[in-house]
């Protein structure tokens, strides 16, 4: 059996860098459009990642603790597809360059709002009278 060799370090501890330039404004993509007379290459209607990151940008906020939700009101429990949230992790973690990093919940949140933003309350009512007969 070998020797354990344990190496002690006994210099002076050196502080940790810290990048503290300012970091570059997130440009809007109206304006970017706009400069470049460019056309929309992903849905306007549906969701896309870049529109979803735009909104976590707008919709988090602090008050102090961990940044919530504007209009959130409480947390509640549901059912998770592994497949579907493992997609939400990975989007959850593309948003952490935002100045307050969503959580997967706080992400899954956002996607669910901007998927029934899509349907009207009017389209809803009709399909309630449609099964209520």
Aim: charged residues 25%; glycine residues 4%.
């Amino acid at each position: 059996m070998e020797p354990t060799i344990k190496f002690i370090a006994t210099g002076k501890q050196v502080a940790r860098i810290v990048d503290t330039s300012k970091k570059a404004p997130q440009l809007d993509p109206q304006v970017v459009r706009r400069a470049f007379n460019a056309k929309a290459v992903a849905s306007t209607k549906g969701l896309d990642l870049f529109s979803l990151r735009e909104a976590m940008k707008r919709m988090l906020a602090s008050s102090g603790g961990r940044p919530s939700i504007e209009g959130a009101s409480a947390q509640v429990k549901i059912p998770r597809i592994e497949a579907d949230w493992d997609k939400i992790e990975r989007i959850a973690q593309s948003a952490s360059t935002l100045p307050h990093k969503p959580s997967v919940t706080q992400t899954a949140a956002v996607i669910l709002h901007f998927a029934l933003s899509r349907i009207s309350n009017a389209e809803i009512e009709e399909e309630v009278r449609k099964a209520l007969g």
